[in-house]
């Protein structure tokens, strides 16, 4: 019903950025609230950035906050993820996520119903 296909994943040194983005099918993406999360290996799935479906409220995690951006441009069915002074820790599988029906905040992984196949970034120190 909803396809989320993401792009921008990469290597990268400690400080620098890069840019994903996730372009979804569904036919009422403005209406969806939309979010980022990550998983490394062994840990569980971690809540990175989520954005309302008018651009409004953002909700970022502690660990990201100041660094990432989220945002939005629904002429686009497309979400994006501006990630600069990258830290090692960042490292980790990337996924965007889509939620159809109502939630609150959309900062937990049941929150969506929607994810992407996931994209790998690693931050060298």
């Known amino acids: 019903q909803v396809q989320l296909v993401e792009s921008g994943g990469g290597l990268v040194q400690a400080g620098g950025s890069l840019r994903f983005s996730c372009a979804a099918s569904g036919r009422t993406f403005s209406s969806y609230v939309m979010g980022w999360f990550r998983q490394a290996p062994g840990k569980d799935r971690e809540f990175v950035a989520a954005?309302?479906?008018?651009?409004?409220?953002?909700y970022y995690a502690d660990s990201v906050k100041g660094r990432f951006t989220i945002f939005r441009d629904n002429a686009r069915n497309t979400v994006y993820l501006q990630m600069n002074s990258l830290k090692p820790e960042d490292t980790s599988a990337y996924f965007c996520?889509?939620?159809?029906?109502?939630?609150?905040?959309?900062?937990?992984?049941?929150?969506?119903?929607?994810w992407g196949q996931g994209t790998q970034v690693t931050v060298s120190s």
């Open positions: 954005i309302s479906w008018d651009d409004i409220r953002k």
């Open positions: 996520a889509a939620a159809t029906g109502g939630v609150r905040t959309g900062v937990q992984p049941s929150d969506y119903n929607y």
